[in-house]
């Protein structure tokens, strides 16, 4: 099933070599190339962060002032951090608004951070960093040689567009299979054009610059060998990847013997080889079937009662897999809701429980999601989203578990891919129909059937 990254005959594939030597072409590029941008395809956890912050480093260290454009507060903050603990000795300031809570305290105490509402108190510091939303109401006497745009497939191109002024060269960092830009009109009458609002900022950037050099990074570092051959061959298709460790590099293991349930079995499952489905009676159901929300809570229950461990390459010592290290995804807010309140009544706390968009970017030892479609009358485009199940696959070291009513696959068939195809625009993904078929067709091999 894997479509991964083929290593020369002969040799063993190296996934060290491989990002290292991908990311000193993506530096050389954006700091020795001659063109206005560098585009960086990058997959789950593959290290864009590191990349990020090694690049905006290196451009500091060049005597290159840089802006960084970010999504989201959280990302912001989270990249300022990252800079302040690399190199505590580097200035970096956080452009926020004026509103209150903008920032994240704890960038208080960093000493070489410098916070401001207004760029020009920030003037002369070699890092700036701020969301594309702040960017766009900034003004300057003249712009930043080189700019970094984070989480580039997150940013609409008109959100691009106003921003764009603000600097003469950039690099583009990005996972094309994660959710698409949200936009909250429909935007049917540009699809195709090169100018469509609606679409992500680099597929709008190579649309115009289609000679733009573009890399990818080429090793997943979070996803373990059991799940990056088919997120790669699900989502990736056509820029396949490799995880960077190898079968029986991890070890998810369970101190307290399986009481013999459907909820044990499938976390032994998953245990044993990084995936577990299970699956309960086919049904319509309501967007937050207590069915299914009882079971997600008591798969996380059971995982938590039986004193799970988890050993990696990151040291020889197990580290218990405690609630913080355990995330549920859910399709909807109100299914996030029930499975909260679900947990709450079991007497768990501290997991991460969230919808798909507030999952991005984030990573645990286990996850355990409600299907998207499960218990559905139909299957909507929302539903059927590629980047929605990209990101609930994806999230995992160890294993992932998911929960979901018999049937999808039937429901699949009875409602067959209707995307029109639109002319200019560039297929790179599958569409979720085609990706649900393929994450359902590997989950089958890991199912075990709830009988109430």
Known sequence: MSRGIPAPAGTAFDPGAAATAATEAILR?????????????????????????????????????LMIVAQTNAQVDDLVLRLAEKDPELPVGRLHSSEPGAYDPALED?????????????????????????????????????????????????????????FERALFVGDPGQLDPFSVVGADQWAGLSYDPSASAVSTLLAH???????????????????????????????????????????LTLGVPSDGSAVDRVVDEAAETG?????????????????????????VRRLLDRGGATVSERGPDPAPLTADRIAVGTAHRDQAAAVRAALSGL??????????????????DVTVVLHPLSGRPDAT????????????????????????RE???????????????QLGVTVKFPDGWEANHAVLAHLAEHRVPWRP
């Open 209 to 251: 610059n289609p000679d733009l050099p573009q890399h990818r990074l080429p090793v997943s570092w979070r996803l373990p060998a059991s799940a990056a051959p088919l997120v790669s061959h699900a989502f990736y298709p056509y820029t396949p990847f490799r995880s960077g460790t190898g079968y029986g590099d991890r070890r």
């Open 347 to 364: 007497g768990v706390t501290g997991v991460a429980v969230d919808t798909a968009n507030r999952l991005q970017g984030r990573e645990f």
């Open 29 to 65: 590029d954006t700091l020795h190339g001659d063109r206005r941008g560098v585009v960086v395809d990058s997959p789950p956890g593959a290290g864009k962060s590191t990349l990020v912050v090694r690049a905006a480093r290196e451009l500091a260290a060049a005597g290159r002032p």
């Open 381 to 404: 485009a929302f539903h059927l989203e590629t980047g929605r199940l990209c990101v609930l696959a994806s999230r995992h070291r160890h294993a992932c578990i998911v929960v979901c």
């Open 110 to 166: 960093v000493p070489s951070v410098r916070t401001a509402a207004k760029v020009a108190d920030l003037k002369g510091l070699p890092i700036v960093v701020a969301t594309a939303a702040k960017w766009a109401y900034t003004k300057v006497d003249e712009p930043w040689p080189h700019a970094i745009v984070d989480e580039a497939y997150q940013m609409r191109s008109d959100a691009l567009l106003t921003v764009a002024g603000l």
């Open 407 to 421: 049937g999808v696959t039937q429901l699949l068939d009875e409602h067959p891919s209707t995307e029109p195809v």
């Open 275 to 299: 995936w577990g489905l299970l699956e309960l009676p086919a049904r319509h159901t309501p967007r937050t079937d207590p069915e299914a929300v009882r079971a997600v809570a008591q798969v």
